[in-house]
């Protein structure tokens, strides 16, 4: 029996019950079993069906991408930046030159020396496509590597967040490539997948819709220090790493239970209480903030084209709702208004007066009715896969349908699909959309620069494309406010300027606990965004 097999979880838990374990079985052979490679099995919250991390914000290719490639700097267990490929840099008196050298020992997959060059092309690939990234190069003159390991980025500006942004949380994370799929257009997926990460992708054993196999990277150098966050030493002790799609979470319950997988990502929040009285499994939740629902408008076409079409959203949806299905346990909700998330230095509810108003559904209407909406269908791309965008989903469809001046047009698909899909320009008839749920991690959308979905850069914008130019003006001096004081007020303008244009519609706060078995893992990190496989010892 496979027992790596995603059809068969329960007929394992079967055996199991019935007393035909074949760890039992193994035990009679001792040495055979020593010798058998050391395989993390672990379900994530969708399934890997995209190779490129910069090509889309999606956070299940952002985990694919941690385990194949690296960075330069990464966020500690403190959400401080530490150097991770970078062995040394230097500032100049000015803050406008930074210089930095790798460290010895840097290799990609296929045994080439990871060189200056490559990380030059890889930064100014991820910084046409990241938000925070075209933040950073609005402030960049140049980019040159200045020998094999060191090269020098220049400012037109002191900036002070160059760190912060190299080393940020969620995604698209400023992974290093090859020079030769860096130069790929930004705006085409690479097809090759070769980095110097501690994981080595297993092309040729990846089934989409079943798993997705990484093997370790015998030639990879970890840093000295210990794991910290995305931070620290990398140090891999497993053979392999198996991410099981399971798209039923019934049946990614049902697997860790038996013992068939090792690690469940995003357990759902009815089946907590069973796993928390579960002998060898543990729950563990990141200290850290957790995550942010949004409701995704497309600025492109109507009705949400129009500013008054997407104010009347806040007439119409109740986040408290959400909160009620995504996460019951009252211990893992939080209401909040902040468009940077809450608890974080940037919290602000300015201008949030219209959404924390009683629903008005004639006032919706009047709004709907000065956009010039006239009952055409509002397209909207159901994810019925994803542990929570697909509840979700129900309730804004419920809420939606609610106002009933509002003609819907729900289309049910997996999530890669809506990845594929949100990413289209064309109108809705022509394959588009108005409407999508995803959502981001608090850390990074914490961080008015770093919060992708906020920004309204027009065609340099995020899926949604909004576009005001004073709003960017506004978001582009925080980047150079000189102190908290400062960058805080500002945090309050920014914040009434997102409510009056609604980029999107946010639906409230929530942490995840991950579920692993505790009596078969150790060396577990706890991460506030994308999960880290390595440090990870199987007993």
């Known amino acids: 029996m496979d027992i790596r097999s995603t059809q068969a979880p329960l007929r394992l838990a079967t055996l199991v019950v019935a007393g035909v374990s074949t760890a039992v079985l193994a035990a009679a052979s001792l040495p055979a079993l020593a010798q058998q490679p050391k395989t993390l099995r672990a379900t994530m919250h969708a399934d890997v069906r995209q190779l490129d991390p910069f090509w889309t914000t999606q956070t299940i290719v952002g985990i694919h991408g941690a385990m194949v490639y690296d960075t330069l700097f990464s966020s500690d267990a403190n959400l401080q930046p530490q150097p991770q490929m970078v062995e040394k840099w230097t500032v100049s008196e000015d803050r406008k030159t930074y210089v930095f050298t790798l460290r010895d020992g840097l290799k990609f997959h296929d045994g080439t020396p990871v060189m200056a060059k490559d990380a030059v092309a890889s930064m100014k690939r991820w910084g046409a496509r990241d938000g925070a990234g075209k933040q950073l190069m609005g402030f960049t003159d140049s980019i040159t590597a200045t020998g094999d390991k060191t090269f020098e980025w220049k400012l037109k500006e002191p900036y002070g967040l160059v760190l912060d942004t190299l080393a940020k949380q969620g995604t698209n994370l400023p992974f290093v490539m090859r020079e030769k799929e860096a130069m790929v257009d930004p705006f085409q997926q690479i097809t090759e997948v070769v980095g110097s990460g501690p994981f080595v992708f297993k092309r040729d054993e990846w089934v989409p819709g079943s798993k997705t196999i990484y093997a370790k990277f015998a030639d990879y150098v970890p840093r000295k220090e210990p794991a910290s966050g995305h931070a620290g030493g990398k140090v891999v002790k497993v053979d392999r790493v198996e991410f099981i799609w399971m798209p039923d979470p019934q049946t990614a319950q049902s697997a860790l239970v038996a013992g068939e997988i090792d690690y469940l990502e995003n357990p759902q929040i009815d089946f907590l209480p069973m796993l928390e009285s579960t002998p060898g499994i543990k729950l563990e939740t990141n200290p850290a903030q957790g995550t942010m629902g949004l409701i995704q408008l497309n600025h492109l076409h109507p009705p949400f084209n129009n500013v008054k079409a997407r104010q009347a959203m806040l007439h119409i949806i109740n986040p408290q709702d959400f909160l009620n299905t995504i996460a019951a346990d009252k211990k893992l909700q939080k209401l909040c208004y902040s468009y940077f998330g809450c608890g974080v230095p940037m919290e602000t509810d300015a201008g949030s007066e219209p959404y924390k108003a009683a629903k008005d559904l004639k006032k919706a209407e009047q709004l709907f009715k000065e956009a010039g909406y006239k009952g055409e269908p509002i397209t909207i791309l159901h994810a019925t896969d994803h542990q929570y965008i697909n509840p979700a989903n129900l309730v804004m469809i419920q809420q939606l349908r609610r106002a009933s001046f509002l003609k819907l047009d729900v289309q049910a698909m997996d999530w ?124």
């Open 416 to 539: 890669g699909t809506v990845v594929s899909r949100r990413a289209k320009r064309e109108t809705p008839a022509q394959g588009g959309w108005n409407i999508f749920i995803t959502g981001t991690t608090v850390l990074s959308s914490a961080n008015p620069v770093t919060n992708t979905w906020i920004g309204m850069g027009c065609e340099k914008a995020n899926v949604g494309w909004p576009c005001n130019a004073e709003f960017e003006a506004a978001r582009r001096a925080w980047g150079l406010a000189p102190d908290l004081e400062t960058r805080q007020k500002l945090a309050v303008d920014l914040s009434k300027r997102l409510y009056d244009q609604v980029p999107f519609v946010s639906f409230a706060q929530w942490t995840s606990p991950v579920a692993y078995r505790s009596d078969k893992l150790s060396g577990v990190i706890s991460t506030p965004s994308i999960p880290a496989m390595w440090n990870i010892e199987k007993k």
